[in-house]
């Protein structure tokens, strides 16, 4: 999933099941994606049992989302 962050704030979301039906645990992890960006960032955080997520914090930039 790529997003784009334009005023900078958060990204937040649910990892689903293979089905689209649950949330599941899983690892996340957004990166910047953006090679004009001064920073590139990385930040890598847990799902809670629900699957929710959330990141907090970020520059204005594209970013990559991933879970496994």
């Known amino acids: 999933l790529v997003l784009r962050v334009l005023r900078g704030g958060s990204v937040s979301g649910r990892v689903l099941d293979e089905g689209g039906l649950r949330g599941v645990r899983a690892d996340v992890v957004i990166a910047a994606v ?3 960006q001064e ?6 955080g ?9 990141f ?3 520059k204005p930039g594209t970013y990559a ?4």
């Open 46 to 54: 847990s799902s809670t049992e629900d699957g929710s997520f959330s």
């Open 39 to 44: 920073n590139q960032s990385l930040s890598m």
């Open 34 to 36: 953006d090679p004009s």
């Open 65 to 68: 989302v991933s879970a496994s």
């Open 56 to 58: 907090e914090g970020l």
